[in-house]
């Protein structure tokens, strides 16, 4: 037997990650230049929720996540509350992905 078939690394499933889904959110009103991105920034790490965030040529911001719908949800209801005191949220519209990758961490996309 070979070196590294004795110390083959065990993998082990992930039920949680592999159960979730990941959502697209576009977020339109005051949202760019008034640091609306990086408090999604603050509120998504400290939620521990993945995806990334970027600004739109028409002035929408898009919020990507990875989590249940639950965990979504709730993301969507406590952002007004952790938001730039400058930007102000007309409108969020929600939608599903699928098949997209697994993304890990929280960036803010250019």
Not at 72 to 79: A, I, P
Request: aromatic fraction near 8%; charged fraction near 25%.
């Amino acid at each position: 037997m070979g070196f590294f078939n004795k110390h083959k690394i065990k993998r082990e499933s992930n039920p949680t990650n592999e159960s979730r889904e990941t959502w697209q959110l576009t977020i339109s009103g005051i949202v760019q230049g008034v640091g609306f991105r990086w408090s999604v920034l603050n509120l998504a790490k400290k939620m521990e929720l993945d995806g990334n965030v970027r600004n739109n040529s028409d002035e929408t911001v898009t919020i990507t996540l990875q989590a249940d719908q639950d965990r979504v949800n709730q993301f969507c209801s406590e952002l007004p509350k952790n938001i730039s005191q400058f930007a102000r949220i007309s409108t969020i519209k929600k939608e599903k992905l699928i098949k997209v990758g697994k993304i890990t961490g929280f960036h803010v996309l250019y």
